[in-house]
Every structure is written in C-alpha cells, then in structure tokens.
C-alpha cells in the first residue's frame, strides 16, 4: 500500500516524498499565517517543524507574537554550517522591535537529527531570554527540530 494524492483530472497516483513534504510545508504555512494563535507548544512544535525540517545546514529561526500570542510572523534570521550556527542577538532584538513583538519561540534545527539541546543551545536561551526581559518581550519555548520535535518548555528545561 502506500500514500496517494488525488489530482485534478480525478486520478490517485502514488505521492512521491517530495509531493508529501511540499504538503506538509503548506499546511505548517497555513498553521502559521498571520493572525493564528499559538495556544500550546504542540502546535508551535509542529509548525515549526515543517518549516525547518530539510535543511542540510544549521538554522535559526524566531516565531514572532503579539500580546494575544497571535503570530505576526515567522523568519528564518540566521543560516549556518552543517552543525552549527552564529545567533547574533542585536539581530533578534531588532527584528522584534521592527514587528512590535511582545513574545517570541525561537527554534533551530540539528540536520544531523540529533534530538537533544546541546549547552550551548540552554545557554543561549538563557541569554536570549534575559535581554528579551530587557525589552519587555517574553521568550515563550525553544524548539528543536530534527528527526523529531522537541520543546525546552516541555522537557522542563530551565530557561
């Protein structure tokens, strides 16, 4: 057995995996449209998912939200090597002034599917979320996205 998809003239034809990863990234862009609420980390896990899964390098993205923790936007702000990215906060604080977020997850992904925060991932949180405090901006979750999702909020990581 296997997957299909309907096409316009009325056929099934087997869905190739480049077909089912083209719909997963339509449906986590619609998940995370302007305007919809992220009301738990299950839904912000699985979005983000769909949006980062793929990539051969390391990226590092932010989920930007007003005071409803309705999304004003998602954005991928920095592109790195196969293991590792550069995070520049100056950047991240800018992108939230220029959206007039006041909450934020922000997420990265391990191409090598490694699913576990490394130090230096908590140490970052940490800091981002103390200079997000300065501004006024709540750092909700971090997530991490590889062979699966997973969130620090929901591992109880300290942050």
């Known amino acids: 057995m296997g997957l299909f998809i309907k096409e316009s003239n009325g056929t099934y ?9 083209k719909e997963a990234q339509r449906v986590a ?6 305007g919809a609420a992220i009301t738990s980390s299950a839904i912000s896990r699985m979005a983000i998912s769909a949006k980062l899964s ?4 390391e990226v590092f993205a932010c ?18 090597t196969i293991n590792t990215t550069k995070v520049y906060p100056r950047i991240l604080v800018k992108k939230v002034l220029e959206y007039n977020a006041t909450a934020v997850i922000i997420a990265h992904n ?3 599917g490694v699913m576990k925060f490394s130090p230096s991932d908590i140490t970052l949180t940490k800091e981002l979320k103390e200079l997000m405090g300065l501004i006024d901006v709540v750092l909700l979750d971090h997530i991490l996205v590889g062979e699966t999702t997973e969130s620090m909020m929901d591992l109880g990581i300290a942050i």
């Open 13 to 21: 034809v087997k869905a190739t995996t480049a077909t089912v990863l």
């Open 63 to 80: 989920l930007f939200l007003d005071t409803q923790h309705k999304i004003i936007t998602f954005e991928i702000l920095f592109e790195g």
């Open 110 to 112: 391990h191409p090598s």
């Open 54 to 57: 793929g990539f051969q390098n």
């Open 29 to 34: 862009g619609y998940a995370l449209r302007s």
